[in-house]
């Protein structure tokens, strides 16, 4: 069974700090990695995607890929009152088969 | 407006009972999707379509058939709901070549099995 594992949290952080949001996966194969943010009562939408190894930045966001370790990360950094949702990690192996992480819980306290 | 729609958004049904949640996209996406959303689970995928006539499973198809007769739609049917097909339900497109294959998720279908 494929899987994609995330701390459920709650995770909590003061407004101005970095919240850092982790995911690993367990399938080598692999090859495309998202990070979605979902809001209470809401459907997801798209934050940041991520194919190769290394860093990708995007605004106050920056997603994290580590292959070998089968490791991706989302970092935001100034956090917002706003940013208070649920963050959905997912991977496909090719085409459009998808797995996502059961989602951390983000609280940024003003 | 570029948009995935969902119809009902709620549905409060009894067990066996045939039902059928449509789902619609007006941007031309090749690829469609139904996931179920359940607490502590996150989204499961039951069925996606890379394309008219070309369906697959996923995760948790059971109790599920999907058709993809036409481009812009992609129904879900539950022929015998049971109970543990309550969950939060969700529709999605994407196409291949936007570069990013950004799925863009429809509103949501609550769904209620007695």
Redesign the interface.
């Known amino acids: 069974q494929k899987e994609v594992e995330q701390n459920s949290g709650p995770l909590s952080v003061p407004e101005g700090a970095i919240a850092s949001l982790n995911c690993t996966y367990s399938d080598r194969g692999s090859q495309s990695f998202f990070w979605y943010r979902q809001y209470s009562g809401k459907s997801p939408e798209l934050i940041m995607f991520i194919y190769s190894n290394g860093d990708k930045e995007d605004g106050r966001f920056t997603a994290q890929l580590n292959k070998a370790s089968q490791y991706v990360s989302l970092l935001i950094r100034d956090s917002q009152p706003s940013d208070s949702a649920t963050y959905l990690c997912a991977v496909t192996t090719g085409g459009f088969k998808t797995i996502f992480g059961a989602g951390t819980r983000l609280f940024v306290k003003a | 407006e570029a948009q995935v729609t969902q119809n009902p958004r709620y549905l409060i049904t009894v067990t066996g009972k045939k039902l059928t949640v449509t789902c619609s996209q007006n941007m031309n996406h090749e690829?469609m999707?139904w996931?179920r959303q359940d607490p502590?689970?996150?989204?499961?995928?039951i069925y996606?379509?890379?394309n008219v006539e070309v369906t697959?499973k996923?995760?948790v198809p059971e109790g599920y058939k999907v058709s993809r007769k036409e481009k812009r739609n992609f129904p879900l049917i539950l022929e015998s709901p049971s109970p543990n097909q309550t969950s939060l339900y969700?529709c999605a497109s994407?196409s291949?070549g936007s570069g990013?294959?950004?799925?863009f998720?429809?509103?949501?279908t609550r769904l209620t099995v007695l």
């Open positions: 690829y999707s996931y502590g689970l996150g989204l499961r995928q996606y379509s890379m697959d996923g995760d969700f994407s291949p990013d294959n950004e799925q998720f429809g509103p949501g």
